[in-house]
């Protein structure tokens, strides 16, 4: 089977009041082609589950196991570009010199839709173009799995769901998996094949959308899914 079975996760950190318990055993299957949400209330550890799986912590117990080869790629809520390069050379950041290629590059710009902004400086972009380039980033690396941090937090409303259609539209071209955090019911909604809700350092719910996208979330199915997160989400509180 594909993708990554995550059983009895457990992550905890040492403050000068005590010892912060933030997974508690922690079981998730993350699907391969999936777009897999995770919702849940500010500190119930959304940020570190994806530090885990992404390899940039480790956990104090249980397992992060990967059925494919592990390669694996962040984009944060800020898009966290280098000032002085332009589009082009912060796409290929952090890139070996023999894993530079243009014309993957030249391919992964037109992904996001950046052809004709090669050339120009983050200062030069909007906020919604910047996130399009750290997708872009992520996506030179040729990553199985794409952790993604509330990236679009920051956007306005109408450049928030313009890049969650990139992001579904790149998904489909890329065959990517993706564990995406967000605060938003809407936007798990719009995107998820599946919505995970992070309660007590566990997985208190899980609910497959099966649906196709783009989606219309006033169906009734929707609807539904939505009521029934917002009911898990107030029996969590």
């Known amino acids: 089977m594909d993708g990554i079975e995550i059983r009895g996760l457990k992550k905890s950190y040492t403050l000068e009041s005590g010892t912060l318990h933030v997974l508690r055993g922690l079981d998730l299957t993350l699907e391969a082609g999936a777009i897999t949400v995770v919702l849940g209330k500010s500190g119930c550890g959304k940020t570190t589950l ?35 390069l332009n589009v082009r050379d912060n796409i290929q950041f952090g890139l070996r010199r023999g894993e530079i290629d ?64 990139e992001l579904l539209r790149v998904r489909e071209a890329t065959d990517a998996s993706i564990l995406f955090v967000t605060h938003a019911i809407d936007e798990a909604l719009t995107l998820a094949d599946k919505v995970v809700l992070l309660s007590g350092g566990v997985c208190a719910a899980a609910f497959p959308i099966a649906l196709p996208h783009p989606r219309d979330l006033m169906c009734d199915e929707l609807i539904q899914a939505r009521r029934s997160i917002v009911a898990a989400l107030g029996a969590a509180a």
């Open 50 to 84: 994806l530090r885990l799986v992404g390899g940039l912590e480790k956990p104090d117990g249980g397992e992060i196991r990967f059925h494919s080869p592990r390669k694996t790629a962040f984009v944060f809520q800020e898009p966290r570009l280098m000032p002085w």
């Open 102 to 165: 243009p014309a993957a590059t030249k391919r992964i710009i037109e992904t996001v839709g950046l052809t004709g902004f090669e050339s120009a400086l983050p200062a030069q972009l909007s906020g919604g173009m910047q996130q399009r380039v750290a997708l872009a980033r992520a996506l030179a690396c040729r990553p199985s799995f794409i952790m993604m941090d509330e990236p679009f937090a920051a956007l306005d409303h109408f450049t928030r769901e313009s890049m969650q259609k």
